[in-house]
């Protein structure tokens, strides 16, 4: 049995915090102005192997089995290099679990049961067992799944989500307290629910990922960008952000800014729907 204590901490904090992340997408981030620099996608997996780096992606398809997109901004790819390198002078390696999504991929990630579901436990948990309104739900999901492309910095190719592996050993995992797209009172980077240990990981991983232009995204442990809103409203720069959500022409490697960008990817009917089907699948 858990400690009431100990769980009803956890709950504040974890609505203290996605409160927070909610305020930071939409009075920080979905009004802040994006002068889009047109730069196109990068195959992080060439550039890595160009550079003679090692850097492990994830093998595990995305939603409807479709094929993960590793790929950042041209004017990205020193940063990542960077970035991996230095891990592997410390004896780590990045392994890289998430890149640009398209809308489609960013649509169907919202409602995948694998993610759902888990938002939807933490929220019933949050709410002490009731049942979440779709409102709640989108609120919730906004900060975890990026509802609206605006703030879906994967979406603009200017993020990655990562893990960071051991050299010597590639199956093992750096400590970070929870493994990756963990939804729990875990997830913040800053939770205190985590050990000492991991607690310095995450510090010097975004330390490390600091010093190589990367901003964290302080509701997730693994989420990392730059060029977009979240850099420039995190480091006060007052400059335009450079890198919008796009759509991506793969054939000719160029973007284009996505029309309606402020507008939600999915409809509270469709997230009533998604809560129905997520609850009949819990039982």
Known sequence: MSDPDTDATRRAYWSEQFDAAYRFMFEAILPYPVAECGEPLVSLQQAAEAADVSVQFSARPHVNGLPRLYYLR??????????????????????????????QMQKLLGLTPQVFDAVLKSVTWELGGERPSPEFMFRRCSALVASV??????????????????LDDPAREVDRGAPYLEMSALTPMASPFVSDQAQRNRRDITALMARHGFVDYPWEFWHYSSGDAYEQVQRHTGRPAIY??????????????????????????????????????LG
Do not use: C
């Open 244 to 281: 919008g959500a796009v759509h991506w022409d793969a054939a000719t490697n160029s973007v284009t800014p996505l029309p309606r960008a402020e507008e939600p990817l999915n409809s509270f009917d469709e997230i009533r729907a998604a809560i129905e089907a997520a609850l009949a699948r």
């Open 74 to 103: 041209n004017g990205q790819i020193p940063g990542f290099i960077g970035a991996a390198a230095e891990m592997n002078e410390r004896g780590w390696v990045m392994r890289v679990e998430d890149g640009f999504r398209t809308v």
């Open 149 to 166: 492309p605006k703030f879906g910095t994967h979406m603009s190719g200017s993020a990655i989500d990562i893990s960071v592996m051991d």
